[in-house]
């Protein structure tokens, strides 16, 4: 099976989706916290940086109920385009 690139759009969308799990996690270990959601630190890593910029919604609902998001405030965040790429 061919994958089809990512649009810019959904490259944007996982960065901002890295960011928020980022800053979620805290002060927390990126290994306490993959390890917790049931995924490896590898994975989150690539979350984080964005370089996954479309995990599996599993993994998404995993890590934002170890990080204390709701699914509703992960959404939200991830949705709402950055002025910076809106007025680039």
């Known amino acids: ?3 089809l690139p990512l ?3 959904e490259l944007a ?3 901002r989706l890295g960011a928020l799990l980022r800053r979620a996690r805290g002060p927390r270990s990126m290994l306490d916290t993959a390890l917790a959601a049931g995924i490896s630190p590898e994975t989150l890593r ?3 940086t964005g370089r996954i910029a479309t995990p599996a ?3 998404i609902a995993a890590v934002a109920g170890v990080v204390g998001l709701s699914l509703d405030a992960v ?3 991830v949705s ?3 002025l910076a790429e809106t007025a680039g």
């Open 75 to 77: 959404w939200a965040e």
């Open 46 to 48: 690539k979350i984080e």
């Open 1 to 3: 099976m061919v994958r």
């Open 13 to 15: 969308r996982g960065r």
């Open 57 to 59: 919604f599993s993994t």
């Open 80 to 82: 709402e385009p950055d």
């Open 7 to 9: 649009s810019p759009d």
